[in-house]
C-alpha cells in the first residue's frame, strides 16, 4: 500500500523549489566557462559522497529494492534535463523554462488519460494557472516563436515520465538510493558526452552559449566555486523532490513545482538586484494562487 501525505509533499516540494530557485542563478556564472556534460560529471563526483553522508546520517539506505526501476526512473530524468540544457543552447532561457515547466500538465494528462486516475476540476484549474503564472513571469515572446522551443517541451514530457514513475514505481525506495543512481546516470551521461565531443569536435562559442557544444576545460578553477554550490543544493534539492513525489500524488505535488517562479526572481531580486516587473508580480501571484487552490481543496 502506497502511503500519502499531501501536505507534507507540498511543504517539502516548496522547500526544495526555494533550493533549486537559488542554484539555478548561479548556471550562468558556470556556463560560460565550462561544458554541460564536465559540468555534469564533475557535480555528480562530488555528489557521490555528499549522498554517502546522507545515508550515514540515516535518511536512507543507499541499496535499491527494485534496482530495474530506479533506473528506469533516472534515465528518464536524465533525458529529461539534457533535452533542457540543450534548449538553452538554441533560445532564451525564458523559452527553455517555458517549455520545461510543461511537465505538470503532461502529469495531469497522463495521469488521467494512461493511469485512468480521476482529476478533479480544481486541479486541473490550478495547472492552468500555474503555467499561465510562468508565462506572466517569463514572458516570452509569441511573436519569435520557433519550433526549436518543442525541444524543452520534449523535455517536460519526459521529466514528467521520470515524476510518474518515481511515484507509481518507486514510492517505497530509499530517497537517497533513488539520488545515488540519478547522479550516476547524470555522471555517465556527462562523461559519454566529453567522450563523444573528443571523438568529434564541435565548435564551441565563447561564453554561455557554447555551453552544450564545448568539451573538456582545465583548469576550471574560476566555474569551481559554482560547481561545488550545484552539487551541493542539487543533492539538497533532489532528494527534496524525490521525496516529495513519494509522498504525494504527481498532479498533486506536481503544482508546487511552479514555486521555483517565485523564489528564483526574488532571489536574483535580492541578491542581483534584478528589477520585477509589474506582470511578473502578477505572474507570481497566479503561481501562489495555484498552490493555494491545491492546498485547501486537498484538506
Known sequence: MIIQNPLRAAIVMICAMAVIGVIDNFIIRLAGEIGLWQFHLIRSLMALPLI????????????????????????????????????????????????????????????????????????????????????????????????????????????????????????????????????????????????????????????????????????MWSALPWVVLQAVGSVIGVFLIIKAYQLGEPSFVSVFEYSVMIFGPLFAWVAFGQAITFWQIIGIGLIAGAGGIIAVRSK
Do not use: K
Open 52 to 219: 554517502a553522508g546522507l545515508s550515514w546520517l540515516g535518511l536512507g539506505q543507499m541499496t535499491s529494492l527494485r534496482l530495474w526501476a530506479v533506473l528506469l526512473r533516472s534515465t528518464l530524468v536524465m533525458i529529461a534535463m539534457m533535452f533542457y540544457f540543450s534548449a538553452l543552447a538554441l533560445m532564451s532561457i525564458a523559452e527553455a523554462l517555458a517549455g520545461l515547466f510543461t511537465s505538470p500538465i503532461f502529469i495531469l494528462l497522463i495521469s488521467a488519460v494512461a493511469l485512468r486516475q480521476h482529476i478533479g476540476p480544481w486541479r486541473i484549474l490550478a495547472v492552468i494557472l500555474g503555467f499561465l503564472g510562468i508565462l506572466f513571469v517569463l514572458q516570452p515572446d509569441p511573436r519569435d516563436f520557433d519550433v526549436n522551443v518543442l525541444i524543452p517541451m520534449a523535455g517536460g514530457f519526459f521529466y514528467a515520465l521520470g515524476m510518474i514513475t518515481t511515484r507509481t514505481l518507486c514510492a517505497h525506495e530509499s530517497t537517497v538510493a533513488m539520488l545515488l543512481v540519478s547522479f550516476i546516470v547524470l555522471g555517465l551521461a556527462g562523461a559519454v558526452g566529453l567522450i563523444a565531443l573528443d571523438l568529434w569536435p564541435m565548435a564551441a562559442t565563447p561564453g554561455p552559449e557554447g555551453f552544450v557544444t564545448r568539451g573538456w576545460v582545465w583548469p
